[in-house]
């Protein structure tokens, strides 16, 4: 039976939706009539609570438990996960495309000696590897390709472009792996920088009503907030609003700012740039007022 590991992004004791849209995904990727177990890779310190909650969503949990994990840091991970890769033979390692995932993807593959298909949007097992879709030119083409082999794969998943189906209740087998002493020296942590103090996440948004240059001038995001009120919406923009200094940059959607995955997105006064809508993902009924 296939292996499919999952490395699980977490913050602040919270698991990133990221890893239940990988999980989903790497259920499809067993072979027809053999089914698959999925597991996942946590790195973290003090995680043995994210890891009980785990539990639903995977078949086994690989647990890298230390104070040397407490941040971040892809050269460490990198070595870990090599490690296990060596140990387990999984089919495909996923990992999702976040600044994490983009640290440690490179070094992985490398290690590990195996071909990476990075910002995937798709992803299937074919019948001499693995296929998938990515965008190119920041989203205006896409673009299949794939990797031919028994297994060893790897590949970064694009959060928000696969849907997190209901936890199978797999009743996760818990694994405490070994951290060594000396891991990855390289990199020392300087500092966090928290977000800006009343920031919206509007990633998680169900509903946004997002204003563009079209509304012309900044006494008008007045009109666009009460209408987001009414609406039970949050408000979001492109980057010339931000550029202007009319919204934070945490507000901007686009390959340059923030990928959301609304179930309803307004789009008033924007001209629908791929930069823009790049940052638009899954199905979100979508009208503009132009
Ligand atoms: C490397 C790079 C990265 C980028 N990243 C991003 C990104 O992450 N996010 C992003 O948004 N952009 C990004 N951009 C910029 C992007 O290319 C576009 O310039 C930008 O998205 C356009 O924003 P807009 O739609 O607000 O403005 P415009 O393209 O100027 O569109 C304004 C629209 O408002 C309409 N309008 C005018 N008056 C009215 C009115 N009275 N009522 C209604 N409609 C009206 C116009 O017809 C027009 O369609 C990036 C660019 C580069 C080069």
Same mark, same amino acid.
């Given at each position: 039976?296939?292996?499919?590991?999952?490395?699980?992004?977490?913050?602040?004791?919270?698991?990133?939706?990221?890893?239940?849209?990988?999980?989903?995904?790497?259920?499809?990727?067993?072979? $027809?009539?053999?089914?698959?177990?999925?597991?996942?890779?946590?790195?973290?310190?003090?995680?043995?609570?994210?890891?009980?909650?785990?539990?639903?969503?995977?078949?086994?949990?690989?647990?890298?438990?230390? #104070?040397?994990?407490?941040?971040?840091?892809?050269?460490?991970?990198?070595?870990?996960?090599?490690?296990?890769?060596?140990?387990?033979? $999984?089919?495909?390692?996923?990992? $999702?495309?976040?600044?994490?995932?983009?640290?440690?993807? $490179?070094?992985?593959?490398?290690?590990?000696?195996?071909?990476?298909?990075?910002?995937?949007?798709?992803?299937?097992?074919?019948?001499?590897?693995?296929?998938?879709?990515?965008?190119?030119?920041?989203?205006?083409?896409?673009?299949?390709?794939?990797?031919?082999?028994?297994?060893?794969?790897?590949?970064?998943?694009?959060?928000?472009?696969?849907?997190?189906?209901?936890?199978?209740?797999?009743?996760?087998?818990?694994?405490?792996?070994?951290?060594?002493?000396?891991?990855? #020296?390289?990199?020392?942590?300087?500092?966090?920088?928290?977000?800006?103090?009343?920031?919206?996440?509007?990633?998680?948004?169900?509903?946004?009503?997002?204003?563009?240059?079209?509304?012309?001038?900044?006494?008008?995001?007045?009109?666009?907030?009460?209408?987001?009120?009414?609406?039970?919406?949050?408000?979001?923009?492109?980057?010339?609003?931000?550029?202007?200094?009319?919204?934070?940059?945490?507000?901007?959607?686009?390959?340059?700012?923030?990928?959301?995955? #609304?179930?309803?997105?307004?789009?008033?006064?924007?001209?629908?740039?791929?930069?823009?809508?790049?940052?638009?993902?899954?199905? #979100?009924?979508?009208?503009?007022?132009?």
């Amino acid at each position: 039976m296939r292996l499919i590991l999952v490395l699980v992004e977490h913050s602040g004791g919270v698991v990133d939706d990221s890893a239940f849209e990988l999980a989903s995904a790497a259920r499809k990727l067993g072979e $027809p009539g053999e089914g698959v177990r999925v597991g996942a890779v946590l790195l973290g310190n003090d995680v043995s609570g994210i890891a009980e909650g785990l539990g639903r969503w995977f078949d086994d949990i690989y647990v890298f438990d230390s #104070p040397r994990l407490q941040v971040p840091d892809g050269v460490a991970g990198a070595e870990l996960l090599a490690g296990l890769i060596e140990q387990e033979q $999984p089919f495909v390692t996923l990992i $999702p495309h976040t600044n994490t995932g983009m640290d440690l993807a $490179p070094a992985l593959a490398i290690r590990a000696g195996a071909p990476l298909l990075a910002d995937c949007i798709t992803l299937e097992a074919t019948e001499d590897g693995i296929s998938a879709v990515r965008t190119r030119y920041g989203g205006k083409v896409h673009a299949r390709i794939s990797a031919a082999g028994t297994g060893g794969f790897m590949a970064t998943l694009r959060p928000g472009s696969f849907a997190a189906t209901e936890a199978p209740g797999a009743g996760g087998e818990l694994h405490t792996m070994a951290v060594p002493e000396g891991l990855a #020296p390289q990199r020392r942590f300087v500092e966090t920088i928290a977000p800006e103090p009343g920031a919206v996440d509007i990633s998680q948004a169900e509903v946004l009503v997002a204003v563009g240059r079209g509304i012309d001038e900044e006494e008008h995001l007045e009109i666009i907030r009460s209408l987001a009120r009414a609406m039970g919406a949050e408000i979001a923009c492109t980057r010339p609003v931000v550029d202007k200094g009319w919204l934070a940059k945490s507000y901007q959607v686009g390959t340059s700012g923030v990928a959301v995955k #609304p179930k309803v997105y307004l789009a008033i006064g924007i001209s629908g740039s791929y930069q823009h809508t790049g940052g638009i993902k899954g199905a #979100p009924f979508i009208a503009a007022i132009n």
